[in-house]
């Protein structure tokens, strides 16, 4: 076991829900195996600025059903830079915290994976974020729940669209990813998703039209990843518009009413057991690695397969909603 007797907890770049979800195992895990806790506010900068609280098992109390995160996040230009990423050394070692937890997505494990080469600090990362990007784990906390968020607002739209006769593009998070599109389309019904997995393989739109878009519906709805390959919703309308002006076209953009709300029983779940798991990890002197979940296992992936890796999208859903879209 490690000689690890402090840690510290930040959450970092955007917010998803099940975070806190995760603070309170991370908290309480530690307490549990007689370790100190301290809570690092807004992410790493709270390791530049020294914004850190002693947290106890109450600090957590009452959180699990609260989206975004009680640690609050923000950017941090200066832990980009060597000297800023000094200064963040410094807090920890007057702070007396011997590992870290940091819970985020790619950009904060990869200025994770940075810090860690840099100092020989103990960091485990949990997946905390709505895009579902990261390689080696099936899901990330807050993805369950953004999902429901999207069916949940489309299921209003449909119902305008199908009183208009219209053509909505919704765009949807996911600026290199296009699992929410994909996942989203298939529980809402809708007849397309563009994503930007596949841009280069085939003209989307044109496909849409062709097949997608058929005169014996009353409406279509089409989900959109963000992403400035595909041009996001905006750019399908203004193509549409275009080439093919007799259909009347709407554009909806969910932007941050994804991030928002209390999480679902399945993040709140999963949150709960990559933060319990995370302690485990460092516990065992684990070091560098990120909690995932494959095939409803724990596992520990190495930073770097983490960053490094795409994750790719599953094409048998591809498929699936073609055949469902008729």
Same mark, same amino acid.
């Given at each position: 076991?490690?000689?690890i ?16 979800a ?7 895990t530690?307490?549990y195996?007689?370790? $100190? *806790?301290? !809570?690092?506010?807004? @992410?790493?900068?709270? =390791?530049?600025?020294?914004?850190? +609280? ?18 609050k ?13 000094k200064?963040?050394y ?31 600090i ?13 390689f ?13 968020t ?15 006769e219209?053509?909505?593009?919704? $765009? *949807?998070? !996911?600026?290199?990813? @296009?699992?929410?599109? =994909?996942?989203?389309?298939?529980? +809402? ?10 841009w ?10 062709e ?28 193509r549409?518009?275009q ?13 941050h009413?994804?991030?928002g709300?209390s999480?679902?029983?399945t ?19 684990q ?11 724990i596992?520990?992936?190495p ?10 999208i599953?094409?048998? =859903? ?9």
């Amino acid at each position: 076991m490690a000689n690890i007797k402090c840690i510290g907890i930040l959450t970092s770049g955007g917010d998803a829900p099940g975070m806190n979800a995760a603070i309170r195992a991370v908290t309480r895990t530690a307490i549990y195996n007689e370790m $100190e *806790v301290k !809570g690092i506010y807004r @992410g790493y900068r709270g =390791l530049v600025t020294g914004e850190i +609280v002693p947290f106890k098992t109450n600090n957590v109390s009452n959180i699990i059903q609260q989206g975004g995160t009680i640690l609050k996040t923000a950017r941090c230009m200066e832990f980009m830079q060597l000297e800023g990423r000094k200064t963040a050394y410094e807090t920890i070692q007057r702070e007396g915290i011997d590992a870290l937890v940091v819970i985020g997505g790619d950009g904060s494990l990869t200025g994770a994976r940075i810090f860690a080469q840099e100092y020989n600090i103990p960091i485990v990362g949990l997946p905390g974020t709505i895009d579902n990007d990261l390689f080696g784990t099936d899901t990330t906390i807050g993805y369950d729940t953004a999902l429901n968020t999207i069916m949940e607002c489309v299921d209003k739209i449909r119902d305008t669209a199908s009183s208009h006769e219209r053509l909505f593009f919704i $765009e *949807v998070m !996911g600026r290199d990813a @296009g699992f929410l599109a =994909l996942n989203g389309a298939l529980a +809402v019904g809708a007849e397309a998703a563009i994503i930007p997995e596949i841009w280069t393989e085939v003209d989307q739109l044109e496909e849409l039209i062709e097949h997608g878009f058929r005169k014996s519906k009353n409406s279509s709805i089409v989900l959109v990843a963000e992403s400035e390959i595909t041009g996001g919703a905006m750019g399908m309308a203004d193509r549409v518009k275009q080439r093919y002006p007799q259909y009347d076209v709407r554009v909806t953009i969910l932007g941050h009413l994804q991030r928002g709300g209390s999480p679902s029983a399945t993040d709140r779940i999963l949150a709960s057991r990559m933060g319990a798991a995370a302690i485990d990890a460092l516990m065992e002197d684990q070091r560098n690695v990120m909690i995932g979940i494959q095939n409803d296992q724990i596992v520990y992936v190495p930073f770097s397969k983490a960053i490094k890796n795409d994750k790719p999208i599953n094409r048998d =859903l591809l498929h699936t909603l073609r055949i469902l879209s008729i």
